[in-house]
C-alpha cells in the first residue's frame, strides 16, 4: 500500500538563506539533492512566499527599526526568481513546497503546481489565509509553535471539516530552541489527541544536536523539518540553521532512529534466532527425578527444573498439567515433551489477548459485566471462527462491546427480533450485509435491520459497540444448519469476571 505524502518525509527549509540570490539559492537545492541521493531518503525544499507590495503595510516599507522588514527587503525575489528555484528543485528529484504567508503566495503555489503547502506557526490562526490555503486542494503541513491545544483543536477542526488533507508538526517558534524548552512528550500527546493526522517535528534547537531528531522519531515524528543554508565568506548561517555537513548528520540521526526504533514484523514483535538461542541458553530445563514409564502423567514432584536446556528439551516454563511421557526416561534424564492445551488453556490465551487490545485501543471497562467467548465450532476453532462478546446493559435498550480478534470471523445470521447498530472503535473490520460488503474504518456506523444476513471478520483485529434492542436468547439464527442444531451450553462460554 502506498503511503502518505507526508510519512517518512524530510524538509529542508530553505527559507531567506538565498539571501535574495538565484544562483546561492540554486547551490543550496544541489547540496541537499546530494544528500538526498546519497542517503535514498523522500525529501522536500521548502521556499517561503510573501508579496512583499502587499505584505508590509505602505507607510512601513523601507524602516529599518520594524524587524523583519530590512530582511525580507533585502531578500526579496520575484514570482520568476522562485520558478527557476523551483524547476531546480525538481531538477534534483526533491518534493518542491512553499510557505505562503498572503493570499498572493498562495496562488504562487498554485501557478507553480507545487506539491505541498506549508502553513507557519504565525500564520496556524490566520483564518483568511487558512481558506485560502484550504480551497487550493493541496497537501497541507501546520506548525503549530506557540500554540495551545485548544488553538491547536481549532486548526484541526477547521481543516478537518474542509475535507483537507493535513499534518501538523509539534514546533517551538524559539530562534535558536533552548532544549530545555522542546518538550518532545508533547508528539506523543498529539498523535493520541489527533488520530489519523501525521504529526511531525519542526526543529530550530542547536544544529550539531543529534540526540533531539532521535528523540523525537521515538517520541512518534514521522516527518521532520529543519533550516539548511550554505555559509561562504559573505554569507554566515544563524544559530538555528544548518550546513550541508550538519544537515547530512541529521539526516544520519534520523535514519539510525528509524533502524532503531522499527518494529520488524507488521503484526508482531519480531524476535530473532540469535534472542531466542541466548535466552534459552539461560533457560532450566524440565528433568526427571525418577524412572518414567511410557504413558506416566508427570507431577511436579516427578521433576525438577535446572540448566542447561538442550535443543528440544521442555523449558520449566513450558511444563503443566497433562504431561504424558512419549517414551521411558531415566533417573535424571531430560525431558522431551510438548505440553498439551486443553480448553481451558485456549479460553485463557483469547481473554489475555482480547484484554491486550482493549487497553492498546485505550478502552476501560467497569467491572459489571459478562464476558462471553461465543465458539461457533468449539473453542480450538475460536481463533478463525468466534468473537469475544462484552456484555454491559441489557434492558429495553443493549450494549456491548466485541471483540474480533485478527484473522476471526463471525459466520452469517440474522435476527428476528433485534435490531442493532455498530459502531468501530478500534482496527478494520468487513461487513456482509445481505451480500452487500461494507468496509468499516473506526468511527464508522453501521445498522443492521432486523432479518437481515450478516456477519463481519477482521484482518488485524477490531473492537466495536453494538447497541441494540433488547436481546434475546436464541434470536440468533444462523445459514449454517450445523451451528444452529448446537445447543448454546456447546458454542458459548460464559465469564462473570476476567
Known amino acids: 500500500m502506498k503511503r502518505d505524502i507526508f510519512y517518512d518525509l524530510i524538509i529542508f527549509e530553505m527559507a531567506n538563506s538565498h539571501q535574495g540570490s538565484v544562483e546561492h539559492g540554486i547551490r543550496i537545492i544541489k547540496a541537499m539533492g546530494e544528500i538526498a541521493r546519497k542517503h535514498k531518503i523522500k525529501a522536500a525544499v521548502k521556499l517561503q512566499y510573501r508579496d512583499l507590495d502587499t505584505f508590509i503595510h505602505p507607510e512601513y516599507r523601507g524602516r529599518a527599526d520594524i524587524k523583519h522588514i530590512p530582511r525580507f527587503e533585502e531578500t526579496r525575489l520575484r514570482f520568476e526568481d522562485f520558478c527557476v528555484l523551483v524547476n531546480a528543485i525538481r531538477e534534483e528529484g526533491l518534493i518542491a513546497m512553499s ?97 489519523g493526522i501525521p504529526i511531525g517535528y519542526s526543529g530550530h534547537e542547536d544544529p550539531d544536536n543529534k540526540m533531539i531528531p532521535m528523540l523525537a522519531h521515538a517520541k512518534g515524528a514521522v ?68 524412572c518414567i514409564k511410557k504413558g506416566e502423567v508427570l507431577k511436579n ?121 455498530f459502531q468501530l472503535l478500534y482496527g478494520d473490520l468487513e461487513c456482509v450485509l445481505d451480500n452487500r460488503v461494507v468496509h468499516m474504518r473506526p468511527g464508522d456506523c453501521q445498522t443492521v435491520l432486523r432479518n437481515m444476513r450478516h456477519s463481519f471478520s477482521s484482518k488485524e483485529g477490531a473492537i466495536f459497540e453494538e447497541i441494540s434492542t433488547t436481546h434475546i436468547k436464541g434470536d440468533s439464527y444462523y445459514d449454517d444448519p450445523v451451528i444452529n442444531k448446537m445447543d448454546l451450553i456447546e458454542r458459548k462460554t460464559i465469564l462473570k469476571e476476567w
Open 99 to 195: 510557505t505562503p504567508f498572503d493570499e498572493a503566495g498562495v496562488e504562487w503555489c498554485m501557478k507553480q503546481e507545487l506539491d505541498i503547502i506549508k502553513v507557519a506557526s504565525c500564520s496556524a490562526m490566520d483564518w483568511p489565509l487558512l481558506e485560502k490555503i484550504a480551497a487550493a486542494g493541496k497537501p497541507i503541513i501546520v506548525s503549530t509553535g506557540g500554540k495551545s491545544v485548544s488553538d491547536i483543536d481549532k486548526i484541526y477542526n477547521f481543516f478537518l471539516h474542509r475535507k483537507c488533507k493535513f499534518a501538523f508538526m509539534h514546533c517551538i517558534a524559539e530562534y535558536p530552541a533552548n532544549d530545555s524548552h522542546l518538550q518532545l512528550e508533547f508528539i506523543e500527546r498529539m498523535k493520541r489527541r489527533y488520530r
Open 223 to 290: 516527518l521532520f523539518e529543519r533550516h539548511v543554508g550554505v555559509s561562504t565568506e559573505d554569507i554566515k548561517l544563524n544559530a538555528y540553521s544548518m550546513d550541508p555537513g550538519q544537515a547530512e548528520e541529521w539526516v544520519k540521526a534520523i535514519l539510525d532512529a528509524r533502524e532503531i526504533c522499527q518494529v520488524k514484523t507488521e503484526k508482531d514483535k519480531f524476535i530473532s534466532r540469535e534472542e531466542s538461542d541466548s535466552l534459552r541458553s539461560l533457560s532450566r530445563g524440565v528433568y526427571v527425578k525418577r
Open 301 to 421: 514432584t516427578d521433576v525438577f527444573f535446572a540448566m542447561p536446556c538442550i535443543e528440544g528439551q521442555m523449558t520449566s516454563g513450558e511444563f503443566g498439567k497433562e504431561v504424558i511421557a512419549s517414551k521411558d526416561y531415566m533417573a535424571n534424564e531430560a525431558v522431551f515433551e510438548s505440553r498439551t492445551f486443553n480448553d481451558i488453556n485456549m479460553a485463557r490465551n483469547v481473554i489475555h489477548d482480547a484484554k491486550g487490545m482493549l487497553s492498546e485501543a485505550g478502552i476501560a471497562l467497569g467491572t459489571d459485566m459478562e464476558v462471553e467467548l461465543s465458539h461457533h465450532y468449539g473453542i480450538k476453532k475460536f481463533r478463525s471462527v468466534g468473537v469475544v462478546i462484552i456484555n454491559i446493559i441489557n434492558r429495553e435498550y443493549c450494549k456491548k462491546l466485541i471483540v474480533v480478534l485478527p484473522g476471526q470471523q463471525h459466520p452469517v445470521h440474522m435476527h428476528k427480533v433485534k435490531e442493532e447498530t
